[in-house]
């Protein structure tokens, strides 16, 4: 007897097989009625189906075919906006004084050194504007798991998701909130929406901007959003990261459901072996983490990952010092070059992170390349500074 793994909202909720599974499903955060299906007859399951990623908040009923198992996988995070008045008793509440005040200096900071909007798409977007958008999401994933040497595991389903979240973004269901530099994006946040539910569901950034905390002011820049049209649940989803434990108040689980035939001795037997194996391995990623010795497996799967990434564009990294200078050598020759150009686009973070160190605008630098030497000048209005590559 085989087993068959799903994503419930990728294979399950958005394929419509919520009701081959299951007769009814709410949701107790919104009180909402998701599935209520008549009791029909199933034929007898020739596959244990192990649906993955369910969180507990969604109240469900397994259809009486099939009989169920639960395993505990990992923890949800998500800010009940239902408990403060507003924006301001959320900050109060949650964030410490030092810790508002470093929001207010990264936003402060982004806004000095690059000309900054926010955009919410909501309800309405041009086709080819989310077309170019998503595209750019989905790039600004692949490079931040290419630097941190990770795969990630949903680049697959991407292509799937354009068009449907394309029809909630216009039915209300979903949004994209989008940082820009100029005309250029770069932080976009996918999220779904229900009723006073809020979703992040999909978020990344230009790596090139890494130093500016664009997760901690995209997040503030939506709980603003949140508060004005009266949602009551920012869910964060899964993903042990510290920007979420710093934001939310509340945690939830996430369960793998194991279903199968009750008719079937043998499917029993191997859906409490899974069952069991899936709480074990859970339950030891959870010592790991107490531990820290997921750190050793997360060098291992680096390791790992540039052995078979060896070939990439991301292989070879030249390493990078910076010299701070107060009066710039006559004798240098200098050619003038501009960052925003394909072929010059290694200098981008460099010197975006100077600009941040340095408290200037892109506006009020120039940039030459130093010829006869792998290196380059960022002359600025306050400080300058030269940029060694070594190969």
């Not at 949004?175 to 009723?195: A, G, H, M, Q, T």
């Not at 686009?345 to 941040?356: A, E, H, K, N």
Request: proline share 2%; hydrophobic share 40%; charged share 25%.
């Amino acid at each position: 007897m085989s087993v068959r793994r799903l994503n419930f909202l990728d294979d399950v909720q958005w394929k419509n097989w919520l009701s081959f599974f299951y007769t009814r499903i709410s949701n107790t955060f919104s009180q909402k009625l998701l599935l209520q299906s008549p009791e029909s007859t199933i034929e007898k399951a020739k596959e244990i189906y192990v649906i993955k990623d369910i969180p507990a908040y969604l109240n469900m009923k397994v259809h009486p075919g099939f009989k169920q198992r639960k395993a505990k996988m990992y923890h949800g995070y998500f800010i009940n906006l239902g408990l403060y008045q507003n924006m301001e008793a959320y900050l109060l509440s949650r964030l410490s004084a030092k810790k508002r005040s470093q929001n207010r200096a990264y936003k402060k900071r982004l806004e000095l050194c690059f000309n900054v909007r926010y955009k919410m798409y909501y309800g309405h977007i041009d086709k080819k504007n989310y077309d170019f958008l998503f595209d750019q999401l989905k790039l600004m994933i692949k490079r931040r798991f290419s630097l941190k040497q990770m795969k990630y595991d949903g680049l697959d389903k991407m292509d799937s998701y354009k068009e449907l979240m394309y029809l909630r973004i216009l039915k209300k269901r979903a949004s994209l909130f989008v940082i820009y530099d100029e005309e250029k994006p770069i932080s976009i946040s996918l999220n779904l929406i229900d009723k006073d539910i809020y979703t992040g569901f999909m978020m990344s950034f230009d790596i090139d901007f890494s130093k500016f905390y664009l997760s901690f002011i995209g997040i503030l820049k939506q709980l603003e959003w949140c508060f004005e049209k009266k949602i009551r649940i920012y869910d964060m989803m899964k993903g042990d990261l510290d920007y979420k434990k710093v934001f939310t108040d509340s945690t939830y689980n996430y369960y793998s459901h194991i279903l199968f035939t009750s008719r079937s001795l043998l499917s029993k037997v191997i859906a409490n072996l899974m069952t069991y194996k899936i709480s074990w391995y859970y339950r030891s990623l959870y010592f790991m983490k107490k531990w820290n010795a997921h750190l050793i497996f997360r060098k291992f799967k680096g390791y790992a990952f540039r052995i078979l990434n060896r070939k990439t564009a991301f292989e070879a990294q030249p390493e990078i010092s910076f010299e701070n200078i107060s009066v710039v050598d006559s004798n240098f020759q200098l050619i003038p070059i501009n960052i925003d150009d394909d072929s010059n686009s290694i200098l981008r973070r460099p010197v975006y992170t100077f600009l941040y160190s340095s408290c200037q605008s892109i506006k009020s630098i120039k940039v030459f390349k130093i010829l006869d030497r792998s290196s380059y000048l960022v002359k600025g209005e306050k400080k300058s500074i030269i940029i060694n590559y070594q190969y």
